[in-house]
């Protein structure tokens, strides 16, 4: 059973979510915050799975929160949920440590699978806004010379790499390269040990701050 903690400000937007998680036969909602100081204080408490995190709350917003969270239960894993693709928080968020972000409009299917995928520890980009947040917050200015680091990699990692910052998921980037599967997520697990990055999300941030890919002008 996933434990879930629910933080969001608005007891509506809590209470479909509960009915969401909860209908859903393999998740457990532990507890629900009205703000990211109680999100933190019923972390520490009921020791969860998954947090649901606002990111607008009042006190101590879903950032802040995150940041402590995951300095003081990193095996706890964040998921942030975000009315506006362009949140000027959002991107905060995954810099302090969130797993994901969904936006509040994501179809019930899609939040379940997202809780899912955190809680086995993997990350979840929503591939659109992501893209759009990186756009707006990574700047389109001169290129950046390439790091040391990216040596590591092999071409084909650069390639896979690239196309993770696009987006696409394992599957997709399987069948543009014309690799398995499998294939495609061994390359993807080797960028993150080589770059020692934490996860997917991560490694999408990194792709466009080291100039991998260029946002869209």
Do not use: C
Request: glycine content about 8%.
């Amino acid at each position: 059973m996933i434990r879930v903690l629910i933080a969001d400000d608005q007891a509506l937007v809590r209470t479909g979510l509960k009915m969401i998680l909860e209908n859903a036969g393999d998740m457990s909602v532990v507890g629900e915050a009205g703000d990211g100081g109680e999100a933190v204080d019923l972390a520490l408490h009921l020791n969860p799975d998954v947090v649901l995190m606002d990111v607008r709350m009042p006190d101590m917003d879903g950032v802040a929160a995150t940041r402590q969270l995951r300095a003081q239960v990193p095996h706890i894993h964040v998921l942030v949920l975000t009315t506006f693709d362009l949140d000027e928080y959002v991107y905060a968020a995954l810099r302090a440590g969130a797993s994901a972000f969904l936006l509040k409009d994501t179809l019930a299917d899609d939040l379940l699978s997202a809780v899912r995928v955190v809680a086995r520890g993997e990350a979840v980009v929503a591939p659109s806004a992501t893209r759009r947040l990186l756009e707006r917050y990574v700047g389109v200015g001169d290129e950046p010379p390439p790091p040391a680091d990216l040596g590591r990699l092999t071409e084909r990692e650069r390639e896979v790499l690239g196309l993770v910052a696009k987006g696409m998921s394992n599957l997709e980037i399987a069948a543009a390269l014309f690799l398995t599967e499998g294939t495609v997520k061994t390359h993807v697990s080797r960028i993150l040990s080589k770059l020692e990055l934490r996860d997917r999300v991560h490694a999408v941030v990194y792709a466009y701050e080291r100039g991998v890919i260029r946002p869209a002008t």
